[in-house]
């Protein structure tokens, strides 16, 4: 008998894993397309750091220690704040480690391959896109709120939500609010 309820209760359990991680990654879809990862790439922070410090440096002001820092810390969170005024729209720079670096994804330049190390948690209504870049002045297509996952990187922040533009005929992505 206890060999039977230990066979039970490893193939639950062993159905219950691969069940979870069937749908832990569930792509953000706009009109029936899918949303690559690529396509989100350097928009959310990872616990480096890094990529907020670069946009940090080189569209506020420079620093030398960031985190602690409520003006850069208010930045992360609130990125979408800056888009369309400190940070232009569509803008390219080099960081440091001479890395393109960009808040502004086109989903016919990034949307290719099926990696998907995301879950989308919910779709938001399309009023907050004006709340939260209202910098922002073309058509908001779809806002969503993302949990991003990873094998190889920590983020620092588990969640962004992104809006989904249409700006001068090109569906554009760029990265709204992160949140812990």
């Known amino acids: 008998?206890?060999?039977?309820?230990?066979?039970?209760?490893?193939?639950?359990?062993?159905?219950?894993?691969?069940?979870?991680?069937?749908?832990?990654?569930?792509?953000?879809?706009?009109?029936?397309?899918?949303?690559?990862?690529?396509?989100?790439?350097?928009?959310?922070?990872?616990?480096?750091?890094d990529w907020y410090e670069s946009y940090y440096d080189n569209y506020i002001n420079k620093l030398d220690e960031h985190w602690g820092n409520p003006k850069y810390e208010l930045f992360v969170n609130k990125i979408g704040d800056h888009l369309g005024k400190e940070i232009p729209i569509g803008d390219k720079y080099n960081s440091s480690w001479d890395e393109e670096m960009s808040l502004t994804r086109y989903l016919a330049e990034c949307n290719t391959g099926e990696e998907f190390e995301y879950t989308v948690i919910s779709e938001l209504p399309l009023y907050f896109c004006n709340d939260f870049a209202p910098y922002v002045d073309s058509d908001c297509l779809s806002i969503v709120l993302i949990k991003h996952y990873s094998k190889y990187r920590t983020r620092l922040f588990g969640m962004t939500i992104y809006g989904l533009y249409n700006l001068n005929d090109k569906l554009t992505i760029l990265p709204l609010r992160n949140v812990k």
């Open 1 to 49: 008998m206890k060999k039977l309820i230990a066979t039970v209760f490893f193939l639950l359990a062993t159905l219950n894993v691969t069940y979870a991680d069937d749908i832990q990654y569930k792509p953000w879809t706009y009109n029936n397309t899918k949303i690559s990862e690529k396509c989100l790439n350097n928009l959310y922070p990872l616990a480096s750091g």
